[in-house]
């Protein structure tokens, strides 16, 4: 394209949800705020207390802690500039931070699919391999894996980030999303992206389908197992170690799915709008909750923890 038809961006514009009333922009920024105050201290309470309770210093609890630690960080780089388009019409972001945000969106992102990998192999060591647990996630192990996990976050957002921002873009900077993810930005681009959206879809596809087939992998091998177990009192034990982590990435991968993998006549910009908000505002606030509801022994570390700080706090002058 001519060099005449374009210009340089200094910054976009995250249109978000202007289409909307006042009113109910309003209203989602009171109830977005309240989301992302339950998310950050739901995920705050788990990392807290798995590292408070030495009965919760296992494989799990540490693999939990860590996405813990991911949400967290995932919601600090969507939702307060999300909460700002909601106050402000056509709020602006840098070039720079607009970015910065998709960096650090891909780099969670993936690092989130990796590490439910991660966890999902745990649940299958734990269980198929009950006697050889202690030996196999050794501390030495488990950091291992975590670092395995998070790492596939920094090629991936640094080559598909750097590669995006190359690109020369049109006079409009409007981004028609609430934060700068890569299909709304790449159609204000200048110039022939075809080869991009070819490495993007290849590596949207492997990114998630990887670690999904991990996790379907490892829990066929849990599902044969827990068959095998003759007391209905074991299946059950087993089963209940499993299910919060099941419905954890049941959530992450049928919404993220939606999002990415419909035909483009069937997903306008407004319902994938919607369709973020489940996995980037959501799904951070109920892993904390259905991990807390669903395990007797994060209840009970929390009623420990909880206790032990009000009896610090009573001794104190």
């Not at 992206?193 to 091998?221: D, H, K, N, Q």
């Not at 087993?238 to 939606?258: G, I, Q, R």
């Not at 908000?277 to 669903?294: A, D, E, F, G, Q």
């Amino acid at each position: 394209m001519a060099a005449g038809n374009w210009t340089r961006v200094d910054e976009f514009i995250l249109m978000s949800f202007s289409s909307l009333p006042k009113d109910l922009q309003l209203l989602l920024f009171l109830a977005f705020l309240a989301v992302y105050l339950l998310t950050l201290l739901g995920n705050s309470l788990i990392i807290v207390v798995t590292l408070a309770d030495p009965r919760l210093h296992s494989p799990m609890y540490f693999f939990l802690r860590n996405l813990s630690f991911l949400e967290i960080g995932f919601n600090l780089v969507i939702v307060p500039k999300m909460l700002g388009t909601l106050l402000t019409p056509h709020t602006t972001i840098s070039f720079l931070g607009c970015a910065a945000q998709m960096y650090f969106f891909f780099f969670f992102g993936v690092a989130e699919c990796c590490l439910l990998a991660t966890m999902a192999y745990d649940r299958y060591v734990a269980i198929c391999s009950p006697l050889h647990y202690p030996l196999i996630m050794s501390p030495r192990t488990r950091a291992q894996l975590a670092v395995a996990s998070w790492f596939p976050g920094f090629p991936v957002a640094t080559v598909q980030t750097a590669w995006l921002f190359s690109f020369p873009f049109c006079a409009t900077n409007k981004v028609n999303h609430f934060f700068c993810d890569s299909p709304p930005v790449l159609r204000l681009v200048c110039g022939d992206t075809a080869r991009f959206e070819v490495y993007a879809l290849v590596g949207t596809v492997l990114v998630v389908m990887l670690p999904c087939l991990l996790i379907l992998g490892s829990y066929t091998r849990i599902a044969l197992a827990i068959l095998r177990m003759p007391s209905a009192a074991g299946k059950r034990k087993a089963f209940s170690t499993c299910c919060s982590h099941l419905l954890v990435v049941s959530l992450f991968y049928v919404s993220s799915s939606l999002t990415y993998f419909q035909p483009k006549s069937n997903n306008s910009p407004e319902s994938k709008k919607l369709l973020s908000l489940t996995y980037t505002v959501v799904t951070p606030m109920l892993n904390p909750i259905i991990y807390s509801l669903r395990n007797n022994e994060v209840k009970n570390a929390l009623g420990r923890t909880l206790h032990k700080a009000l009896a610090l706090r009573n001794r104190l002058p």
